[in-house]
């Protein structure tokens, strides 16, 4: 039989050139590199992969490895090419409080809000925009738009009363529409009206939440090239592709839509009914170098970064209060016990309901447990910079997750346990909460964020009556895709009765 002269797939040249090069780069990373002295294992030191595998193809369970590592190699893990993770509240100090880390691109690019408070790398740019829209999110101003969190937080409470006794509602919907309805009325004087979608169900919650569109912002992390791809693709394909990708289309149409707007009528900003963002970032007294305002896209940015910085992160804090909260009736009774010998009218102003100690105790178990942003987040150290008493080679990115801080059996007893009282005998601890960050780069809603859980938490434990079905699960878990994302349905809990307003 005769056999066909099939050609090989590739040159034996090039095959051979390809494995010399892989070698000399894994010789290269594993002997000669800066961080070839730091512990780890080997597989992390040559290739990404080890990271992508767990980020990527496990939906977010780095950290869980990470603590292993920890526990293998001690507190300094090499953890990929060019990348460091420690696990100590020093380093924690040392990484996010100096000025010298910045936000890696090679990170941040994939979030696609480049020109934004949130995505700008350049230390200088992100300063300028802090002090640019910084304003809107003072305590003052919170407090002269305390009405507007307020309103919503009314309108939550109202839509829940509606569901009849004993039926079943998602809470955590709720509780994501009502943070999503705070920061466009608040930024943008815009509702979307998400709490009056029946079962809370705005499209862009899906998007918010969506697993695989979160799986999707890391592999570009890792694979560039795909940021063209997933965001050149027509809507129609977007969609059938997966729920995630198209809301999260509709989501930008509706913020390209609205910066639009603003950018061809400037006096629809003076229309606003109150101070909102575009005041800040248009007026002539908040010029950016240049003497220009920002640009189309940079407002697109940073009306996206807005949205997605403070929708989920408010939303997964409360989620875990109500539901330690709900799971455990001593807690309840207390929490109760304390609005309803508070609470004299309708509304309790803010600035009382932050005198309520143990409310200000389940805020800040919430805020520990739902850690803010779970994927650790990422600084790149210049030259002379020293982590926790080691010097670090300049261009190295090194990270340390928010659980580190938070669930240290050192920092907190019974760390994994719900429990308010450790907050009640001083505030000793205050410092190991790091679910906003620290330094330069520190979340910039934090009061806007304080006034929201306060609002949302205190009216309604004062004013709704709820319950978890008996087959709720003994904790919360999650995906860890930069945010905590819960698995399952975790609060779908039973409206009982509204208790007396
Ligand atoms: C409980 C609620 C919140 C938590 C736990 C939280 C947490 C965080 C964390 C950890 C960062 C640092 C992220 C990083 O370095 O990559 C951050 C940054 C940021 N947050 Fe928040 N956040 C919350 C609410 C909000 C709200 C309501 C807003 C709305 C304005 C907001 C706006 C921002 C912005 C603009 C940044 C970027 C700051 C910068 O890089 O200079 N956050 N937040």
């Given at each position: 039989?005769?056999?066909?002269?099939?050609?090989?797939?590739?040159?034996?040249?090039?095959?051979?050139?390809?494995?010399?090069?892989?070698?000399?780069?894994?010789?290269?990373?594993?002997?000669?590199?800066?961080?070839?002295?730091?512990?780890?294992?080997?597989?992390?030191?040559?290739?990404?992969?080890?990271?992508?595998?767990?980020?990527?193809?496990?939906?977010?369970?780095?950290?869980?490895?990470?603590?292993?590592?920890?526990?293998d190699y001690g507190p300094i893990v090499?953890?990929?090419?060019?990348?460091?993770h420690f696990n100590t509240p020093k380093a924690f100090d040392d990484i996010y409080r100096s000025p010298k880390l910045i936000k890696p691109g090679s990170f941040y690019d994939a979030f696609q809000m480049r020109?934004?408070?949130?995505?700008?790398?350049?230390?200088?740019?992100?300063?300028?925009?802090?002090?640019?829209?910084?304003?809107?999110?003072?305590?003052?101003?919170?407090?002269r738009l305390e009405d507007v969190v307020q309103d919503v937080v009314d309108r939550l409470v109202s839509e829940l009363s509606k569901y009849p006794s004993n039926d079943t509602v998602n809470l955590r919907h709720g509780l994501m529409a009502a943070s999503l309805e705070v920061i466009?009325?608040?930024?943008?004087?815009?509702?979307?009206?998400?709490?009056?979608?029946?079962?809370f169900k705005h499209p862009v919650i899906p998007a918010l939440e969506s697993v695989s569109m979160h799986v999707l912002y890391f592999a570009m992390m890792y694979l560039p090239f795909l940021e063209k791809i997933v965001f050149g693709m027509p809507e129609w394909l977007a969609k059938r592709l997966g729920a995630g990708s198209g809301d999260m289309q509709d989501l930008f149409g509706a913020i390209v839509k609205q910066v639009d707007e603003v950018l061809n009528d400037p006096l629809a900003v003076e229309r606003a009914e109150h101070e909102i963002i575009y005041h800040h970032l248009l007026s002539a007294g908040t010029v950016e170098k240049g003497g220009k305002p920002?640009?189309?896209?940079?407002?697109?940015?940073?009306?996206?970064?807005?949205?997605?910085?403070?929708?989920e992160t408010i939303a997964n804090a409360c989620t875990v209060a109500c539901f330690y909260i709900l799971r455990s009736p001593d807690i309840e009774r207390r929490l109760r016990d304390e609005l309803i010998g508070a609470w004299s009218e309708a509304h309790m102003p803010l600035e009382r309901l932050e005198k309520l100690p143990y409310l200000t105790a389940v805020i800040k178990e919430g805020l520990r447990l739902s850690h803010g942003v779970v994927t650790p987040i990422p600084r790149q150290a210049h030259d002379g910079v020293v982590i926790d008493g080691v010097g670090i080679p300049s261009g190295t990115i090194v990270t340390m997750g928010h659980t580190?801080?938070?669930?240290?059996?050192?920092?907190?007893?019974?760390?994994?346990?719900?429990?308010p009282e450790r907050w009640l005998t001083g505030d000793a601890q205050d410092k190991h909460i790091v679910s906003f960050s620290r330094g330069p780069r520190v979340c910039l809603g934090v009061n806007l964020a304080w006034a929201e859980l306060y609002l949302i938490l205190g009216n309604l434990f004062r004013k709704v009556q709820m319950e978890l079905p008996e087959d709720r699960p003994e904790r919360l878990e999650y995906h860890e895709l930069f945010t905590p994302h819960y698995k399952g349905d975790p609060l779908q809990v039973h409206i009982r009765k509204l208790a007396d307003q």
């Open positions: 039989m005769a056999t066909a002269n099939i050609p090989p797939l590739m040159p034996p040249a090039i095959v051979t050139s390809l494995v010399v090069y892989l070698a000399a780069i894994c010789t290269y990373r594993l002997f000669f590199h800066p961080l070839s002295r730091f512990p780890g294992p080997r597989l992390a030191a040559v290739t990404d992969v080890y990271a992508a595998w767990y980020e990527v193809v496990k939906k977010g369970e780095i950290v869980h490895e990470l603590d292993r590592l920890h526990k090499w953890i990929g090419p060019g990348k460091l020109q934004s408070c949130f995505g700008f790398s350049d230390p200088r740019l992100a300063k300028e925009r802090r002090e640019i829209i910084g304003p809107l999110f003072s305590r003052k101003a919170v407090l466009t009325t608040y930024c943008f004087a815009k509702e979307y009206h998400a709490l009056e979608y029946p079962a920002p640009s189309r896209q940079s407002l697109i940015g940073e009306a996206s970064s807005m949205i997605e910085a403070g929708t580190f801080m938070h669930l240290s059996p050192e920092l907190f007893e019974d760390p994994l346990v719900f429990n």
